[in-house]
């Protein structure tokens, strides 16, 4: 299994601001995602995140609101660009091994927008 | 199209007592897995239980087993004994292919009782 950290646990930002979350895992993964959980509701993929390669966004995101770098195997960043109040969500960094079915979840960056 | 549906958005069960918590899914891949994740307050993913679609017997973990019924893409999680730190929101979820996301239904807000 994949053991995943993510840095901050929790922040308070205001609205126009930028914060970048960091995902980092403690083997070489080969994919690595992105989600989206808004107060109350499921996740939501935001992208999807490749070793060398531009991260692959759903619909409903864009790289200029949610740049993504991998720039190796074990790490990560997701940032949060010009944030509003409806950018108050859990942001979850997910990994799998790209061998197995399994997938596992860091603990979440709780973020609140004021 | 939604692929995962969690029909029941609160449940309640007395303490002790067994709850299901329903599952389907749509796909039209022969090769999938499914998996039950709990959501406490903290708002960490903790994984529960796989099924794989070529596994021929139903997952069991402790006092999860899930209640796979592959021909009427029914995933369904037991959980029996129910304890109060069962209480939490669970989540279905399914990947058809080993290089794809993991795709989430609405989940369900279980509320064990004393």
């Known amino acids: 299994s994949a053991v995943i950290s993510q840095k901050p646990s929790r922040d308070i930002c205001q609205r126009g601001t930028s914060l970048t979350i960091q995902c980092q895992v403690d083997?070489?993964?080969?994919?690595m995602f992105w989600y989206r959980q808004q107060p109350g509701q499921s996740l939501t993929l935001i992208a999807t995140a490749n070793q060398g390669s531009e991260a692959t966004y759903e619909s409903g995101f864009v790289i200029d609101k949610f740049p993504i770098s991998r720039p190796n195997l074990t790490f990560s960043t997701l940032t949060v660009s010009n944030m509003s109040p409806e950018d108050s969500s859990i942001y979850l960094c997910?990994?799998?091994?790209?061998?197995?079915?399994?997938?596992?979840f860091g603990p979440g960056t709780r973020l609140t927008v004021t | 199209a939604q692929k995962i549906t969690q029909t029941q958005p609160g449940m309640f069960v007395q303490e002790k007592e067994a709850v299901t918590l329903d599952c389907t899914y749509d796909?039209?891949?022969?090769?999938?897995?499914l998996f039950w994740y709990k959501q406490p307050s903290s708002g960490e993913m903790i994984f529960l239980i796989y099924q794989g679609s070529y596994d021929e017997q139903n997952a069991t973990e402790g006092r999860y087993s899930l209640n796979f019924q592959k021909a009427r893409k029914s995933a369904n999680l037991v959980i029996s004994a129910s304890q109060l730190g069962d209480s939490a929101m669970y989540f279905c979820?399914?990947?058809?292919?080993?290089?794809?996301?993991?795709?989430f239904g609405a989940g369900t807000r279980l509320t064990v009782k004393p």
């Open positions: 979820a399914m990947r058809e292919g080993m290089g794809d996301d993991m795709r």
């Open positions: 083997s070489q993964v080969t994919m």
């Open positions: 997910s990994v799998t091994d790209g061998y197995s079915y399994e997938q596992y």
């Open positions: 796909t039209s891949d022969q090769s999938y897995g």
